[in-house]
């Protein structure tokens, strides 16, 4: 037959070209997307929501266990380090759990030796991390801080409260947000990230938080999405990003409270969230320290309720 070279041929190449795509499967991924030029002074991105803790809206689960795991761990140098043993898992659980305690204490600076962390911890359909009890003993403070999460009667999602009944999470006074899920992201988390996260589902009203002007909206939107940037009355300037509808145009005045917008997942953004931003010049402010924060406390009446549910999620934790 002529041709009868013709099909050893195809298989040679055909397994030389099996090799080599096995040979290159291990290279790098391409180049992740350039920073964000205009949303920040140098050095600094608005960037897509990092991993959240995703509490679920529907009630606890009979079963005690429903996926829960327990850690518990003398802290090693830093909290990332300490949560190595979990593996994969570690970085970002280390990142959620830290964002818990931040509000009393420098989870940098202030982790010690003979500190110690435990979680009950769970990962989310969506990759994320959900934490049912989280304790940190402090030789700093002296004490051990803690987190229950427990949804109030009344909340449009859970939230972590310690065992007084007063929220750990802080809020922002005359809030861009009324409502959110939870801050991902705070200033102090990461140098490289100008602003605030909150995570929130799309469409949510975003709030004026002083009177002020709108200097632009929507520059930039391959990084920034939707924007708006207002300069209030004080000459600080504030930033809101990914936003799904802008409700003013540059030139408008804004009074405090005013709906301007509503959160969204526009730009480089990976989940809904708003990206809250504020400068003074070339200074980046941490709307911490501008807004002032108060904290929560759960009404008496709840009380009864979420002293069972801290009982049974002790529970969780002890085994
Ligand atoms: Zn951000």
């Known amino acids: 037959m002529r041709n009868g ?8 190449l ?4 099996n090799l080599y795509l096995l040979a290159t499967r291990g290279a790098p991924p391409p180049e992740p997307p350039p920073p964000i030029p205009d949303a920040a ?10 991993p959240a803790a995703t509490p679920d809206a529907a009630p606890p689960p009979a079963s005690a266990k429903d996926g829960w795991r327990s850690f518990r761990a003398p802290v090693e140098h830093s909290i ?13 659980l280390a990142a959620v759990y830290a964002r818990l305690f931040v509000w009393d204490l420098d989870m940098q600076r202030d ?5 110690e962390v435990e979680v009950v911890w769970r990962p989310t359909a969506d990759a994320n991390y959900d934490i049912a009890v989280a304790r940190y003993r402090s030789g700093k403070l002296g004490r051990t801080l803690e987190a229950f999460k427990y949804h109030r009667p009344g909340d449009d999602w859970p939230s972590w409260w310690r065992a007084d009944g007063t929220e750990v999470p802080h809020r922002l006074k005359d809030s861009p947000l009324e409502k959110y899920e939870q801050i991902t992201s705070l200033l102090k988390d990461r140098p490289t990230h100008a602003g605030m ?3 929130t589902p ?25 924007g708006i940037e207002l300069k209030l009355e004080d000459g600080l300037i504030a930033k809101f990003l990914h936003l799904d509808e802008t409700k003013v145009k540059p030139g408008d005045r804004v009074k405090k409270g005013q709906v301007i917008g509503t959160t969204g997942n526009t730009g480089r953004s990976t989940a809904p969230h708003l990206h809250y931003q504020l400068e003074r010049g070339s200074t980046i402010v941490d709307p911490l320290d501008y807004h002032g924060t108060t904290r929560r406390r759960l009404p ?15 529970t969780l934790a002890d085994e």
């Open 197 to 199: 996260d909150f995570k």
């Open 41 to 50: 002074p140098a050095g600094t991105t608005a960037d897509a929501a990092p």
């Open 5 to 12: 070279p013709v099909l050893p041929v195809l298989l040679a």
């Open 300 to 314: 008496e009446d709840a009380m009864p309720a979420f002293r069972a549910e801290v009982e049974r999620l002790e």
């Open 111 to 115: 982790v010690l030796k003979g500190d």
């Open 80 to 92: 990332a380090r300490t949560f190595a043993p979990l593996g994969d898992d570690g970085p970002a």
């Open 202 to 226: 799309v469409g949510t009203p975003v709030h004026a938080p002083r009177d002020g002007r709108v200097t632009q909206t929507n520059w930039n939107r391959t990084y920034n999405g939707n």
């Open 14 to 17: 055909s397994i030389a070209l």
